[in-house]
């Protein structure tokens, strides 16, 4: 028996909007995905009632799992921003928004991995975080894990970056997870890697604002109720910048460590700073520093100028104690690949960029040593 859009509608019926309106006519509702008896969607709704959504979201999910046929129900929270407002992502300094003044709990002691049970198959997560968004983190995060995979690892990418999830673009995958017979999403193989994005659930363009539990149910879902199988590393591009739901993340996250995205202007590195302080309270290790977009390397002549001052974060590291792991270009090879979805490493394995990105990654697995098996 196939279960149809309209009988999953039917059964939304009986939920109430926190307002009492039927869920079907609350005006919150996604594209509804019914594969095989697996349902999928998400629930849009402003940031400001969020609270008030979370137990509508779990018996939406009761009423749907309860059709005769339904296999499984993956029902996401989203709270979004109306087109035309100011983007939600992270203050790059000056004025804190009210949220960062809501102190999250605290962990009650030791490192996050006592909090936070490991993934079962998953010998090590490690999380690519950046102080504020548009500094490479992405791209950084895919290409290396594509780099780690060329190391003989066995590796996932998992893309939390609530404020705008880029791996579908930057991958190329446009189509979204199935679901196991347990109730499980099934990542999307690309380049070896086995992929899952937040953005498989919302449009990347649709700016949105989370809250703290949202952002940990979305996440948790994202890495516990998917099938990621046996991974070597779990590579995760965080969101940008260094707020509540960036904490509660790295707190909530069982990370063996962190690995710090800056470019070379200042204030970025200030940003890369405050995002070493975040990992430093949660008792993340930071593997260490990238700079991406370093230095100008010419496509024509492959002459270096360092347009940004470059070297910055090498010696930010180095005065802070942290290993630098290296210094990506800013090179037109880097972004087209990027943006047609073949990442660097994958399309021009030989070329000079890949070679960076691989050496970047055996550093990162030399300080997982002991962690992951492989190589
Ligand atoms: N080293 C680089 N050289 C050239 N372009 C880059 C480089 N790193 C990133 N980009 C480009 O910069 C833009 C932002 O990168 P992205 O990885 O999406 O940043 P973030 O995830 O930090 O927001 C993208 O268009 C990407 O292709
Ligand atoms: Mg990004």
């Known amino acids: 028996m196939s279960v149809t859009q309209q009988q999953v509608l039917d059964s939304l019926r009986r939920v109430r909007s926190p307002r009492g309106v039927a869920l079907p006519e609350a005006n919150v509702l996604s594209d509804i995905t019914v594969n095989d008896g697996k349902v999928f969607f998400s629930i849009n709704v402003d940031a400001h009632d969020a609270r008030a959504w979370e137990s509508v979201r779990s018996e939406a999910e009761s009423a749907v799992r309860a059709i005769p046929g339904v296999t499984n129900a993956m ?38 991995m006592s909090r936070q049970a490991e993934i079962p198959g998953i010998a090590a997560i490690i999380a690519v975080a950046s102080g504020k968004g548009g500094v490479g983190k992405s791209t950084t995060a895919l290409n290396l894990a594509l780099g780690l995979r060329d190391l003989g690892l066995k590796v996932g990418l998992l893309d939390a970056d609530i404020y705008g999830p880029s791996v579908p673009r930057l991958t190329g995958i446009r189509e979204k997870p199935e679901l196991t017979g347990d109730r499980k999403m099934i990542p999307i193989p690309r380049f070896g890697l086995a992929v899952m994005s937040i953005g498989f659930l919302v449009e990347e363009d649709t700016a949105m604002i989370w809250r703290g539990p ?20 779990l590579v995760v591009d965080m969101p940008p910048g260094t707020g509540d739901a960036q904490l509660t993340l790295a707190q909530n996250v069982p990370l063996k460590g962190a690995v710090i995205v800056s470019t070379p202007q200042d204030l970025s590195l200030i940003d890369a700073r405050r995002g070493l302080a975040m990992f430093k309270k949660v008792n993340v290790p930071v593997l260490g520093i990238v700079e991406n977009m370093s230095y100008f390397q010419c496509p024509h002549c492959g002459t270096k100028s360092d347009i940004f001052g470059h070297g910055g974060a090498r010696h930010e590291a180095e005065k802070l104690g942290v290993p630098f792991l290296g210094e990506i270009p800013l090179h037109m ?31 990162v697995r030399d300080q997982l040593k002991g962690t992951v098996s492989a190589a």
């Not at 929270?77 to 939600?88: D, V």
């Not at 809501?102 to 490192?111: A, L, M, T, V, Y």
């Not at 087209?336 to 970047?360: C, K, L, M, Q, W």
Request: proline content about 15%; glycine content about 10%; charged content about 15%.
């Open 214 to 233: 949202m952002v940990m149910s979305a996440i948790t879902q994202m890495l516990r109720e998917v099938n990621w199988g046996t991974l070597d590393v």
């Open 75 to 112: 029902i996401a929270l989203t709270a979004e921003r109306k087109a035309g407002s100011a983007p939600p992502r992270p203050p790059a300094g000056g004025v804190k928004p009210v949220s960062a003044h809501r102190h999250p709990p605290q962990p009650p002691g030791g490192s996050p």
């Open 333 to 363: 090879a880097i972004r087209a690949t990027s943006d047609a979805g073949n990442p660097v490493v994958d399309s021009e394995p030989d070329g000079p960029h890949a070679a960076i990105y691989r050496a970047i990654a055996g550093q």
